[in-house]
């Protein structure tokens, strides 16, 4: 085709992806030379020795050497589709993000992951789901990198590392592919009892869901809104399935896995082809900003927490509809790179110490990933607002930059472009107070009560649940080899439950060992007391 976007020196920019190949009337070299044989390579006679002067043949074989990029390092399993977002208008109190205006429709691609399979694992193993949404807002690209459940297994970036080396697979013999089932996972959560919660999440039934149709996703982290006035409001972020929340059983699961690998990206093409679009609400829980932080003795945060939904109850600020699928998963659904940092106007950040690793870690691991700086300019990262941005070169540089030095002020290039000020629409970081502090490797106290959210997680569990559960660990701790490992776990359900602790210890083989906690909340409030039945636990 004609290329529909022409750089000052005649090339292409690449902004039709279309005109990037394959779309020409006859076969070319990548220099678009017409080829009039692509099955023989160039011989001495047609028994003789393939010549080295074969350059067809050469560029052939090496753009396929090259094709395979590195998987993420963390989610490398993915399936993604294109939607539409579209602004409820409730949310104008709180955020003065353009699109979260009533009736703003803004464009999306939504990707669902698994996190510790490797990209050929399959789709119904036990695992947290990744649920990340590039919003291509008219004020740049938001970015919500959620999950499907709703809390974390720490609270600190800095180990993230760790928690990832012990969930995959084991050095020496790379098991398991992509399972939560080994040792080194169960060491860990064992010995650092932050990661309970998240842990009890995976055995529950969300660790299988039925289908990413059928998920809810979570922002996890406390976000900080903030209206046009300047005032500000902390929030979590809640995506409500139209279809419900459902869950495979345990069994379903393990069928499915060897004979549909694929269940789950089937299912959501297959859904969208047949044009039965998923939808999902954005919801958020509201609460005061204040200076420490906290809603109802909960620290917010800690995103080891969540806050109740009836205490804080999720109010619906927009829809999210899924109606397209991918052209091409490699172009798309595997070059996509999402960043919690890509926020707009109306939308912050707070201190949560593990969003604050999260900030570095994405741009740091796409410049591996997708081989240079210059990502932005694939077309799936392409925001849809204008870019004046000052940056050049680099590996991959498509843009043809004229004019000269980037640099600002600079007199020698038609004075300083437009600076937005502070009421024109630039992103202004909410200048929170910061208190005096000493420099410290210390965590606050708010962050070591483990147990008062797995409990409040597991009274709220139906009977069946709570079998599923019970079944899960027991599977799962069943699969480690060491002795000592399942030991430690017992201990940390005996923190949580007498009945969960000994039904997995029978299951198990084992005795049961006596709680080391208490079994009542460390910071127990009026509105939390007022839950009844799931809090206080008994
Ligand atoms: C992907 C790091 C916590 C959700 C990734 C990737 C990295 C990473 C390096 C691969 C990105 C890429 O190659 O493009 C971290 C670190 C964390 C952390 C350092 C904590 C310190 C979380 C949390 C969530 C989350 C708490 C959910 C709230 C995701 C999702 C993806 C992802 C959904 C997949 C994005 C996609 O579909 O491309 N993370 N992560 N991560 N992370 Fe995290």
């Given at each position: 085709?004609?290329?529909?976007?022409?750089?000052?020196?005649?090339?292409?920019?690449?902004?039709?992806?279309?005109?990037?190949?394959?779309?020409?009337?006859?076969?070319?070299?990548?220099?678009?030379?017409?080829?009039y044989e692509t099955d023989k390579s160039l011989k001495a006679g047609a028994r003789?020795?393939?010549?080295?002067?074969?350059?067809?043949?050469?560029?052939?074989?090496?753009?396929?050497?090259?094709?395979?990029?590195?998987?993420?390092?963390?989610?490398?399993?993915g399936a993604a589709a294109h939607g539409v977002f579209q602004g409820y208008g409730?949310?104008a109190q709180v955020s003065k993000a353009a699109f979260l205006a009533k009736d703003?429709?803004?464009?999306?691609?939504?990707?669902?992951?698994?996190?510790?399979?490797?990209?050929?694992?399959?789709?119904?193993?036990?695992?947290?789901?990744?649920?990340?949404?590039?919003?291509?807002?008219?004020?740049?690209?938001?970015?919500?990198?959620?999950?499907?459940?709703?809390?974390?297994?720490?609270?600190?970036?800095?180990?993230?590392?760790?928690?990832?080396?012990?969930?995959?697979?084991?050095?020496?013999?790379?098991?398991?592919?992509?399972?939560?089932?080994?040792?080194?996972?169960?060491?860990?959560?064992?010995?650092?009892?932050?990661?309970?919660?998240?842990?009890?999440?995976?055995?529950?039934?969300?660790?299988?869901?039925?289908?990413?149709?059928?998920?809810?996703?979570?922002?996890?982290?406390?976000?900080?809104?903030?209206?046009?006035?300047?005032?500000?409001?902390?929030?979590?972020?809640?995506?409500?399935?139209?279809?419900?929340?459902?869950?495979?059983?345990?069994?379903?699961?393990?069928?499915?896995?060897?004979?549909?690998?694929?269940?789950?990206?089937?299912?959501?093409?297959?859904?969208?082809?047949?044009?039965?679009?998923?939808?999902?609400?954005?919801?958020?829980?509201?609460?005061?900003?204040?200076?420490?932080?906290?809603?109802?003795?909960?620290?917010?945060?800690?995103?080891?927490?969540?806050?109740?939904?009836?205490?804080?109850?999720?109010?619906?600020?927009?829809?999210?509809?899924?109606?397209?699928?991918?052209?091409?998963?490699?172009?798309?659904?595997?070059?996509?790179?999402?960043?919690?940092?890509?926020?707009?106007?109306?939308?912050?950040?707070?201190?949560?110490?593990?969003?604050?690793?999260?900030?570095?870690?994405?741009?740091?691991?796409?410049?591996?990933?997708?081989?240079?700086?210059?990502?932005?300019?694939?077309?799936?990262?392409?925001?849809?607002?204008?870019?004046?941005?000052?940056?050049?070169?680099?590996?991959?540089?498509?843009?043809?930059?004229?004019?000269?030095?980037?640099?600002?002020?600079?007199?020698?290039?038609?004075?300083?472009?437009?600076?937005?000020?502070?009421?024109?629409?630039?992103?202004?970081?909410?200048?929170?107070?910061?208190?005096?502090?000493?420099?410290?490797?210390?965590?606050?106290?708010?962050?070591?009560?483990?147990?008062?959210?797995?409990?409040?997680?597991?009274?709220?569990?139906?009977?069946?649940?709570?079998?599923?559960?019970?079944?899960?660990?027991?599977?799962?701790?069943?699969?480690?080899?060491?002795?000592?490992?399942?030991?430690?776990?017992?201990?940390?359900?005996?923190?949580?439950?007498?009945?969960?602790?000994?039904?997995?210890?029978?299951?198990?083989?084992?005795?049961?060992?006596?709680?080391?906690?208490?079994?009542?909340?460390?910071?127990?409030?009026?509105?939390?007391?007022?839950?009844?039945?799931?809090?206080?636990?008994?």
């Amino acid at each position: 085709g004609s290329p529909a976007t022409v750089s000052p020196t005649g090339q292409p920019t690449g902004a039709d992806p279309s005109d990037l190949g394959q779309a020409g009337p006859y076969l070319t070299t990548a220099q678009g030379a017409r080829l009039y044989e692509t099955d023989k390579s160039l011989k001495a006679g047609a028994r003789g020795p393939v010549l080295l002067q074969d350059h067809h043949l050469r560029e052939k074989i090496t753009h396929f050497d090259h094709e395979r990029i590195p998987e993420r390092v963390v989610h490398a399993r993915g399936a993604a589709a294109h939607g539409v977002f579209q602004g409820y208008g409730t949310a104008a109190q709180v955020s003065k993000a353009a699109f979260l205006a009533k009736d703003v429709e803004t464009p999306v691609f939504v990707r669902f992951s698994t996190v510790l399979g490797s990209r050929g694992s399959s789709d119904t193993v036990r695992d947290t789901r990744g649920f990340a949404t590039k919003f291509y807002t008219a004020q740049g690209t938001f970015d919500l990198v959620g999950n499907n459940i709703p809390v974390f297994f720490i609270q600190d970036s800095i180990k993230f590392p760790d928690i990832i080396h012990a969930g995959k697979p084991h050095p020496d013999r790379e098991i398991p592919q992509a399972q939560s089932a080994h040792d080194t996972f169960w060491d860990f959560v064992s010995l650092h009892t932050e990661a309970t919660h998240h842990t009890m999440w995976n055995m529950s039934d969300r660790g299988i869901p039925r289908s990413y149709r059928m998920m809810e996703g979570f922002g996890v982290h406390t976000f900080r809104l903030v209206n046009a006035e300047g005032q500000t409001t902390l929030v979590k972020f809640h995506w409500k399935p139209k279809l419900g929340v459902h869950s495979l059983v345990w069994e379903e699961a393990q069928i499915i896995n060897g004979m549909d690998p694929d269940f789950h990206r089937r299912d959501l093409a297959d859904a969208i082809e047949a044009g039965a679009f998923p939808q999902w609400e954005l919801g958020i829980q509201t609460f005061p900003d204040n200076p420490e932080q906290m809603y109802e003795g909960i620290d917010l945060l800690d995103p080891t927490n969540i806050v109740p939904e009836e205490i804080a109850p999720v109010q619906p600020i927009g829809l999210l509809t899924l109606n397209a699928n991918p052209t091409n998963y490699f172009a798309e659904t595997e070059q996509v790179a999402f960043h919690p940092g890509h926020l707009v106007p109306g939308i912050d950040i707070t201190d949560d110490p593990l969003l604050a690793g999260r900030l570095f870690s994405y741009l740091d691991t796409q410049i591996t990933r997708l081989a240079g700086p210059n990502f932005a300019q694939i077309p799936i990262n392409r925001t849809h607002a204008p870019v004046n941005d000052m940056l050049r070169d680099g590996f991959h540089q498509d843009a043809v930059h004229a004019g000269v030095a980037p640099y600002r002020p600079n007199s020698l290039d038609g004075g300083c472009p437009f600076l937005a000020g502070a009421d024109t629409g630039a992103y202004i970081e909410v200048p929170v107070e910061v208190p005096a502090a000493r420099k410290v490797r210390e965590a606050p106290a708010t962050f070591s009560d483990h147990f008062s959210q797995p409990r409040l997680f597991w009274k709220s569990l139906t009977d069946v649940e709570r079998e599923h559960l019970i079944g899960a660990y027991t599977f799962e701790l069943g699969k480690c080899y060491e002795q000592a490992i399942k030991e430690r776990q017992l201990k940390v359900l005996a923190n949580i439950d007498p009945q969960l602790c000994e039904q997995v210890a029978t299951g198990l083989g084992l005795p049961v060992p006596e709680p080391t906690v208490e079994l009542t909340p460390v910071t127990p409030s009026p509105a939390l007391s007022q839950l009844g039945q799931v809090w206080p636990p008994d």
